[in-house]
């Protein structure tokens, strides 16, 4: 037998087969890109990622049937809506997190019900990534896709919707959307009257592990898995990431290098200080039953590296396809023992928190004619861990004190990396025996649902053991806290300067 993980992300798709003890059995992997049609739009279309999904899960299938698979749990990027027909056709493309076109939308809470009061139903700081902006936005400029629309759906309740079983969305991913009501778990009439939102056209909340139905001969039929697989209910990627790193008690954190880089950290009762409101850190429904998370992210950390890569790296992907290897180890490879002194602020698609501000930009500043191309990269990763470290010191401010991470997706497989995070907050990283923790999580709820672990805090205690231990040098942090003095005042120092080109794009 086997539990079937599907972690679908904003650029791309992972299936992953998991033995009850926690051994991968098969694995697949699709990219899509995104689309930018306009400045500050990031889009997907969404066949494209259903064509992506329906390919891993088919490959999955094809080498797992000696081992068939159990249960199907999916891990989802948050905040991405996609407008669907009454007959299941897309409407409109699936409009991604960082896609700031909303800011009106966002702003328009003060002159209604105010920022704290939307923060008090529904853990959330204003600001256009969260759905019910986007819908907003789509109502008030698309009517004609508005009027159409028979569901407004997030990726999990779209994938069900087309394996022919009802769209249900889980607390954590529904807390994404801005219009949940994180305490009673259900859709708040409040924030919806004022959005001008039926409550009809979102699919049904449901708690994550919950069953939404067997497969069936429809869904075997699109995905080549058992018709009597489970399909249960997953969550937000941010807190299945945290279950899959084993973040299942009060104040434990992980640090999920991904595309987007986020430290999650659960708690038992919902945080929701004004510190927390005035630095932008959310509080929403954990995937672990009766526990909440609070985010700190950066959307431009994994994709800044792919970004440099795609546009700066032709020398290292020719180095990596003429020696078989991957062109990031080649990329990250003899950088520069010392701290670079170039800061790098990591808002190519805006900031995330602390400042959550959409029309942020990256900026790069130390630059001299001595920087060469593995200075840049050294200094990009410097970037990413100065912006993990303002985090970690904002979250503290508000109640939330993360003292160790663990660590878990692509960018912990860098040994390099995990020292400079490590010399950079001054805390200790830790590794997990398992990367793919999205995944894991979706096996683990799964495993639960299908009655092959008693409950979560077995399934981790099986599953989830540390690994490396990255401990700061003392010498290097205090370099490196000499530097983050100068990198945490850089961003409202020429936050004006940056606003002002981008309204001249």
């Known amino acids: 037998m086997s539990l079937l993980g599907l972690d679908i992300g904003s650029t791309g798709v992972k299936a992953v087969a998991f033995n009850p003890e926690g051994e991968i059995l098969a694995e697949a992997y699709r990219e899509y890109p995104?689309?930018?049609?306009?400045?500050?739009?990031?889009?997907?279309?969404?066949?494209?990622v259903w064509d992506a999904i329906v390919a891993v899960l088919n490959e999955v299938a094809g080498n797992t049937k000696n081992?068939?698979?159990?249960?199907?749990?999916?891990?989802?990027?948050?905040?991405?809506?996609?407008?669907?027909?009454?007959?299941?056709?897309?409407?409109?493309n699936t409009i991604m997190s960082a896609d700031g076109r909303a800011i009106p939308q966002a702003n328009s809470w003060h002159e209604t019900l105010g920022a704290e009061r939307v923060f008090e139903i529904t853990g959330m700081p204003l600001h256009p990534s969260f759905s019910i902006n986007k819908l907003m936005w789509l109502r008030e400029n698309e009517p004609q896709v508005h009027e159409r629309a028979g569901k407004y759906l997030m990726w999990p309740d779209l994938v069900t919707l087309k394996l022919g079983l009802p769209p249900r969305i889980d607390h954590s991913l529904a807390g994404r959307t801005m219009a949940l009501d994180i305490r009673k778990k259900q859709w708040s009439p409040e924030m919806l009257e004022v959005a001008g939102i039926d409550m009809e056209l979102l699919a049904e909340p449901i708690a994550p592990g919950e069953v939404v139905g067997l497969l069936g001969a429809p869904g075997a039929a699109i995905t080549g898995l058992p018709p009597e697989c489970l399909v249960v209910a997953g969550g937000h990627d941010q807190p299945m990431n945290a279950l899959g790193g084993g973040v299942i008690r009060h104040g434990q954190a992980v640090d999920g290098m991904g595309t987007v880089e986020c430290v999650t950290t659960a708690f038992d009762e919902p945080m929701l200080t004004e510190p927390m409101r005035k630095w932008n850190y959310c509080c929403y429904p954990h995937v672990v039953a009766g526990m909440y998370v609070t985010l700190g992210y950066n959307?431009?950390?994994?994709?800044?590296?792919r970004w440099y890569r795609d546009n700066f790296a032709l020398y290292e992907s020719a180095q990596a396809e003429r020696e078989g290897s991957d062109v990031y180890d080649v990329i990250v490879s003899d950088l520069p023992d010392?701290?670079?002194?170039?800061?790098?602020?990591?808002?190519?698609?805006?900031s995330g928190t602390p400042y959550l501000d959409p029309q942020a930009s990256g900026a790069f500043l130390g630059l001299t004619l001595a920087a060469?191309?593995?200075?840049i990269v050294k200094a990009i990763l410097e970037g990413t861990c100065y912006e993990l470290n303002l985090n970690l010191i904002r979250m503290a401010e508000g109640g939330v004190n993360i003292t160790r991470l663990r660590v878990t997706g692509g960018g912990s497989k860098s040994p390099l990396w995990l020292q400079i995070k490590a010399d950079i907050t001054g805390r200790e990283v830790v590794t997990l025996n398992v990367i793919e923790s999205g995944c894991l999580a979706g096996a683990m709820l799964g495993g639960v649902a299908a009655g092959i672990y008693g409950d979560l805090q077995q399934a981790v205690a099986g599953l989830v053991e540390e690994q490396d231990s990255y401990q700061p040098n003392p010498a290097r942090h205090e370099q490196y806290q000499q530097l983050f003095e100068i990198y945490k005042g850089a961003w409202p120092a020429i936050a004006d300067l940056a606003h002002e080109l981008r309204a001249e794009r």
């Not at 995104?34 to 494209?48: S, V």
């Not at 060469?372 to 200075?375: E, I, V």
């Open 34 to 48: 995104a689309q930018y049609p306009r400045p500050g739009w990031i889009e997907l279309d969404p066949a494209q």
């Open 67 to 92: 081992d068939p698979a159990q249960s199907l749990c999916m891990s989802t990027m948050g905040e991405a809506i996609t407008p669907i027909g009454a007959d299941g056709e897309y409407l409109y």
């Open 299 to 305: 959307y431009t950390s994994g994709r800044l590296l």
């Open 338 to 350: 010392e701290p670079t002194g170039v800061l790098v602020l990591p808002y190519l698609a805006g």
């Open 372 to 375: 060469d191309r593995k200075t």
